[in-house]
């Protein structure tokens, strides 16, 4: 259920016993604890909306296409590309310093889990200066929350709308990469594949004609609009559904007819695409190939897609039976899920540095850029790969050894600041304490052992169990 262990999170599990703490992760408090939350408040891109960041963006790029040189034109593009990278970089901060402090270890790795699924490239397009609203504000609050509301959400989201290119559609100018990803990625899954959908391309295109009009209004201007069609028009900040852009023809998806509503035909939509058998399916097999097993075990996926269609799609209920399945509860120690880079990273900073804030965030997300997984940085719409396969290659285990030995030899520079000032002086970790004794030792195998009392120095050590088999499992 967790990252990883430290001290605080085993403390909390022996004090409430196993039913329990599944009970408070599954309902966790909606705020983070006081000292997190101060934390990031202070983040410059917490303290700014989207529509805010869009419009100086969108203002500062006037600006700079007026300049008289190309000189200066050059100077303030590269301004203003570092200005995003940093929300970008802000964003990701703020994303792992929730993984690593926060006691609602579940939320935090479902909004890991959300955020891959519904993902977004932060380069491209505008996606930079709105990506910090859509984790916030879109998909953290409902990631243990009803799925289709989750969907909806995203559907209404800048970054998203952006990314996928369904801002620029309208009637007579339908693009239809948002709906195809939609059907594909985010609900459905492939047509003909495991979940058992059966959507056509036909499908694709009527549901790409629901979704006109559905786009981005980073101005104050509001289209003029005839009288019939003035009620129509929805404003929620930077999303707007726009009707002179909806084609209001008669639409069929899923054997389904939808009349000319608006955006209430969106919403149809979405509950009709949640509502579907294969999107149940699709979803629990999915949260088991995370969390349990590359090939997911078709009973628990049945049991956990029966769940998730009975309660309308409650992400809390749906992960329940798998937490509390033999196929966690039974499973022997050599079976677990091999740790994708951030659950690597995070985990042993969570090991390594229990009860310890980290001040500079820079060197953990320089590694997991090492590792091929950057925080918002996956190109395609497919999000990163859930399966051992993905990230096992001979080059991978190097890095991670290389990070293992900058995490179990020092401080990495986790305690600078962020222009690299030096910070207090933290040494080394000292991973042979009480925590290892009680949560780890048992775990490991006689060759892992066997190599850790070879080690000459405690910095060797924490090097050796950072870099073992048994760590790169969950």
Request: hydrophobic share 40%; net charge neutral.
């Amino acid at each position: 259920m967790t990252f990883g262990v430290d001290a605080a999170t085993v403390a909390r599990y022996r004090q409430l016993g196993r039913a329990r703490f599944l009970d408070e992760q599954l309902k966790p408090p909606a705020g983070d604890p006081p000292e997190l939350a101060a934390a990031i408040a202070a983040i410059p891109v917490t303290q700014q909306s989207a529509e805010h960041l869009l419009r100086a963006a969108r203002a500062e790029q006037q600006r700079l296409n007026a300049l008289p040189s190309e000189d200066e034109k050059q100077q303030a593009r590269m301004a203003l590309n570092q200005a995003a990278n940093q929300a970008t970089y802000e964003t990701a901060k703020r994303h792992l310093m929730r993984a690593l402090y926060s006691p609602a270890q579940l939320r935090e790795q479902m909004t890991w889990f959300w955020m891959n699924h519904f993902s977004v490239f932060s380069g491209k397009g505008t996606v930079r200066w709105t990506l910090a609203d859509y984790e916030e504000r879109a998909v953290r609050p409902r990631a243990l929350g009803m799925f289709r509301d989750l969907v909806l959400a995203t559907v209404k989201s800048t970054a998203m709308l952006d990314y996928l290119d369904n801002a620029q559609s309208a009637s007579g100018r339908i693009n239809e990469n948002y709906a195809r990803e939609l059907m594909e990625l985010h609900t459905l899954g492939a047509a003909g594949g495991p979940s058992g959908s059966r959507y056509s391309q036909q499908d694709v295109q009527e549901l790409a004609r629901v979704l006109t009009g559905v786009g981005v209004n980073s101005t104050d201007a509001v289209p003029r609009l005839s009288r019939e069609r003035q009620s129509l028009y929805v404003r929620e900040g930077l999303f707007e559904f726009n009707p002179n852009r909806h084609d209001f023809g008669t639409k069929t998806v899923l054997n389904q007819r939808f009349v000319g509503d608006g955006f209430a035909e969106v919403e149809q939509a979405v509950t009709l695409l949640c509502r579907q058998s294969a999107t149940a399916r699709f979803i629990s097999a999915k949260l088991v190939r995370y969390f349990v097993a590359d090939d997911p075990p078709s009973a628990l996926v049945d049991a956990m897609a029966g769940t998730f269609q009975r309660t309308g799609g409650d992400i809390a209920a749906v992960l329940r039976p798998m937490f509390l399945s033999a196929e966690i509860m039974g499973a022997p120690a050599d079976t677990g899920k091999f740790k994708d880079p951030m659950q690597f990273v995070v985990s042993s900073l969570r090991l390594a540095y229990d009860g310890k804030v980290i001040s500079n965030y820079l060197p953990v997300v320089g590694w997991l850029n090492q590792l091929g997984e950057p925080p918002y940085g996956r190109v395609t719409p497919d999000g990163y790969g859930l399966v051992e396969t993905a990230w096992a290659s001979s080059g991978q285990l190097v890095k991670r050894f290389e990070i293992a030995r900058a995490i179990g030899s020092g401080s990495a520079g986790l305690f600078n600041t962020e222009d690299n000032r030096p910070g207090p002086r933290t040494g080394f970790p000292m991973l042979t304490n009480r925590l290892f004794y009680e949560a780890i030792e048992s775990t490991l195998g006689i060759r892992t052992r066997e190599a850790l009392a070879q080690t000459a120095s405690q910095q060797e050590w924490n090097t050796v169990l950072l870099a073992s088999p048994e760590w790169m499992q969950r």
